[in-house]
Nanobody, 118 residues
Framework: QVQLVESGGGLVQPGGSLRLSCRAS????????MGWYRQAPGKQRELVAK???????YYADSVKGRFAISRDNAKNTAYLQMNSLKPEDTAVYYC????????????WGRGAQVTVSS
């Protein structure tokens, strides 16, 4: 019954911007670390960014200075603002929610395609 639904993907030219959104339902959103992962064809899934609070974030070296992760707990939504996009950013982007409690909880969205091409 837990749902993470990504939106905002699409086709953009190099140097352009996109904002991905991830709306969560049936979880206590504020309790979870939210993350964005991506997987390109022929490659393993990799962590792009994660956030627990604005003061506690992580970014992969490949996206530092270009991407920004944020969350709006009142809307149960996480975001990934992607600027200065490069062709190598092309991938399926997945939203993740993680909670290390009595038992670890780990949920995934179905993914959003981002294609950066001229």
């Amino acid at each position: 019954q837990v749902q993470l639904v990504e939106s905002g993907g699409g086709l953009v030219q190099p140097g352009g911007s996109l904002r991905l959104s991830c709306r969560a339902s049936r979880i206590i959103f504020s309790s979870y670390t939210m993350g964005w992962y991506r997987q390109a064809p022929g490659k393993q899934r990799e962590l792009v960014a994660k956030i627990t609070s604005p003061e506690n974030t992580y970014y992969a070296d490949s996206v530092k200075g270009r991407f920004a992760i944020s969350r709006d707990n009142a809307k149960n939504t996480a975001y990934l603002q992607m600027n200065s996009l490069k062709p190598e950013d092309t991938a399926v982007y997945y939203c993740n929610a993680y909670f290390g409690g009595v038992f670890d909880q780990d949920y995934w969205g179905r993914g959003a395609q981002v294609t950066v091409s001229s």
